[in-house]
C-alpha cells in the first residue's frame, strides 16, 4: 500500500514532442505529489507538486495531471528539449513533514 | 539560491569501519532527511528528524545507522559498522514548515563505496 507505481521505464520522445509518465498509487492517504527530476550525478531536484484538491497544475512546459478516483497522476512535458534527458521521479507523501514515497523512475531521452 | 550540501561527495570505506556522512540543511528549514539510492534504483527513505529526534525511520534505518544535529547547522549520517551493501548514494533533504512546504529539496549526495 506504501508503492507508487511508475511508469514507461524509459521513454524516447522527439524535440518537441510530448512526454507522458504516469504513476498509480493505492494508499488513499497520501495528498502530496511531487516529481523530481534527477540528472547523473546530481540529487532529485524538484520540478512541479499537486495537491489532490485541484485536477492539474501547470508550470512552463510541465503539467501534472492529476484522477483522485482513479487513483493516479501524470506528468505531461511539452514541447520536449533535448536539456530535458533526464530520469524522472513520481513520489508521494502523507502528511506535512514526513517521507517520500518514490516510484521507480523513467529514464527520458529527447532526441534531437 | 539556498541549497542543501553534503559532504563529502564520494567516500571510499572498508567493510566494518565507521562513516559519517554531513549534510548543512538550507538554513531556515526545520525537517530533515536521510535517503539512499543503490545505482539504478529507486530513492529510498531512511529517516526524518525533527526538533532534534527521529519523527520516523524505516526498516533499512536498523542499529548500525544514527543521525544527529550537533550543532544548529550541521546534520549527519552515521553507519557504525558498514556492510558491502550500505553502497549507495545517500542523499539529504530538507523542508520548511511555510506554505506549499512539503517540498523536500535535496542535496548532491554521497557515494558511499563499501570495499
Known amino acids: 500500500q506504501q508503492q507508487v507505481k511508475q511508469s514507461p521505464q524509459s521513454l524516447i520522445v522527439q524535440k518537441g514532442g510530448i512526454s507522458i509518465i504516469n504513476c498509480a498509487y493505492e494508499n488513499t492517504a497520501f495528498d502530496y505529489f511531487p516529481w523530481y527530476q534527477q540528472f547523473p550525478g546530481k540529487g532529485p531536484a524538484l520540478l512541479i507538486a499537486i495537491r489532490p484538491d485541484v485536477s492539474e497544475k501547470k508550470e512552463g512546459r510541465f503539467t501534472i495531471s492529476f484522477n483522485k478516483s482513479a487513483k493516479q497522476f501524470s506528468l505531461h512535458i511539452m514541447d520536449s528539449q533535448p536539456g530535458d534527458s533526464a530520469t524522472y521521479f513520481c513520489a508521494a507523501a502523507m502528511e506535512y513533514g514526513n517521507k517520500l514515497v518514490f516510484g521507480a523512475g523513467t529514464i527520458l531521452r529527447v532526441k534531437s | 539560491e539556498p541549497e542543501v550540501t553534503q559532504t563529502p561527495s564520494h567516500q571510499v570505506t572498508q567493510m566494518g569501519q565507521e562513516v559519517i556522512l554531513r549534510c548543512v540543511p538550507i538554513?531556515?528549514?526545520?525537517?530533515f532527511y536521510w535517503y539512499r539510492q543503490i545505482l539504478g534504483q529507486k530513492v529510498e527513505f531512511l529517516v526524518s528528524?525533527?526538533?532534534?529526534?527521529?519523527?520516523?525511520k524505516s526498516e533499512i534505518f536498523d542499529d548500525q545507522f544514527s543521525v544527529e544535529r550537533p550543532d544548529g547547522s550541521n546534520f549527519t549520517l552515521k553507519i557504525r559498522s558498514t556492510k558491502l551493501e550500505d553502497s549507495a548514494m545517500y542523499f539529504c533533504?530538507?523542508?520548511?514548515?511555510?506554505?506549499?512546504?512539503?517540498?523536500?529539496?535535496f542535496g548532491p549526495g554521497t557515494r558511499l563505496t563499501v570495499t
Open positions: 528528524f525533527y526538533n532534534n529526534e527521529i519523527s520516523e
Open positions: 533533504a530538507s523542508s520548511a514548515p511555510s506554505g506549499g512546504a512539503w517540498e523536500q529539496y
Open positions: 538554513s531556515n528549514h526545520l525537517y
